[in-house]
């Protein structure tokens, strides 16, 4: 098999450090790429007026591959105001990169696999019978449509006359909305369209059944979000009845489940979620594996594929002469490319490998050891990223 050239996006602040790291664990375990640096971050956007730019877009064209570290995102006004001196006043609005390579190569199936690890010490536990304490064992795929709905990007404050006319022309804002002056009012849409929720569903909805699961989870809210949330509940229910009827449809509200992730999180294997809640219901389900560090992600389109820790950048922690952060997500990013392109041994033994040296828990990151993030942390027996990094590739 010809050697495969991967387009390494590090990012901003962490995002540097755990790429590194992800990468030195690749070569451990024998995965020979080539490493291409494609620029994206805060530094372009200030330099450039660009956080995403085109020559990053041809490397994802030509490569097909990307291992994304991490970006700093600021407010609109935050943003402009960080601009070089000779960008400002031109015009330019700050979008986050991450988002417009989504859409603009078509990634919009979100994998957020969140699986606990035996003996680690941030694993969820509850009270059972007889006041026994419990440690579900969670092991739930998150499918979060990626390139629709509120990070869509179609929003206005004091909005055109045409926007303006168009959303008087809608019974609800004329009742409600009406009062408000023009100048004080800011719009953003939710917008879902039946190709791309078809396309996340029935990703779901094969994952489900590659894996023996009889049930999909779509986690929305079609009781207040009629047309959106009811438009993806209705195709899956559709596509359960016709394409799929040994899976049928669990219908959840966000806010429902937020509750229910912490009384039975293993009862629940598949969930399909639009963009937002998505986001929402990730994060939940990763702060009973550990929180972000152990949190990756996939994000898959026809022809581009880009993997990267749902994390920031965690500005702070990059300043530390020595990095405390955990590297984890990151490399569990870099297994879920590695499944992707068929390298599953490879895949499996690294995945083996951070299991292991969770269990034995003779290093661990400064968050495993439930520290607060200061500089110190290594003075007090936590692991390093390095040293994280260094324990998993002696595992291999």
């Known amino acids: ?28 375990a024998g995965f020979e790429a080539d490493y291409v640096n494609g620029d994206i971050g805060w530094e ?32 609109k006004d935050a943003a402009a105001a960080e601009l070089s001196p000779e960008l400002k006043d031109k015009g330019l609005v700050y979008f986050s990169p991450i988002v417009a390579m989504r859409q603009h190569f078509d990634l919009d199936i979100c994998m957020r696999p969140c699986k606990s690890f035996p003996g680690n010490p941030l694993n969820f536990i509850r009270k059972g019978a007889n006041n026994t304490i419990e440690e579900p064992e969670v092991d739930t795929m998150i499918f979060r449509q990626n390139t629709e709905g509120l990070y869509g990007g179609v929003e206005w404050s004091n909005p055109s006359d045409l926007v303006y006319d168009a959303m008087m022309s809608h019974p609800k804002f004329r009742e409600n909305f009406a009062w408000c002056p023009r100048s004080e009012l800011a719009i953003s849409t939710r917008i879902l369209t039946k190709k791309y929720t078809t396309r996340i569903l029935k990703a779901a909805f094969e994952y489900a059944k590659s894996k023996g699961y009889n049930t999909v989870t779509v986690c929305e809210k079609p009781n207040v979000i009629r047309e959106t949330s009811g438009m993806m509940l209705k195709i899956a229910q559709e596509m359960s009845k016709n394409e799929y009827p040994e899976i049928w449809v669990q219908d959840t509200n966000i806010d429902a489940q937020l509750m229910w992730l912490t009384k039975n999180p293993e009862t629940y294997h598949v969930i399909v979620a639009s963009n937002m809640f998505g986001d929402i219901i990730s994060d939940g389900f990763a702060g009973l594996i550990g929180g972000l560090g152990f949190a990756c992600s996939a994000n898959i389109g026809p022809e581009v594929a880009v993997f990267e820790p749902t994390h920031g950048s965690a500005p702070k922690y990059a300043e530390y002469e020595t990095s405390i952060v955990n590297p984890i997500a990151m490399i569990m990013s870099a297994c879920m490319m590695l499944d992707h392109i068929g390298e599953h041994e490879k895949s499996s033994r690294i995945q083996k490998a951070i299991a292991a040296v969770v269990l034995e828990g003779k290093v661990v990151a400064y968050d495993m050891a439930k520290m607060s993030g ?23």
């Open 1 to 28: 098999m010809a050697k495969r050239t991967i387009v390494a996006m590090p990012g901003d602040g962490i995002g540097k450090v755990v790429l590194e790291e992800a990468i030195r664990v690749l070569d451990a």
């Open 44 to 75: 372009f956007w200030c330099e450039e007026g660009n956080p995403l730019p085109d020559r990053t877009i041809k490397l994802l064209q030509e490569h097909k591959l990307g291992l994304f570290g991490a970006i700093t995102s600021k407010p």
């Open 374 to 396: 200061s500089q110190d942390v290594i003075n007090k027996g936590a692991a390093s990223t390095k040293q994280m990094a260094d324990a998993i590739i002696a595992k291999l």
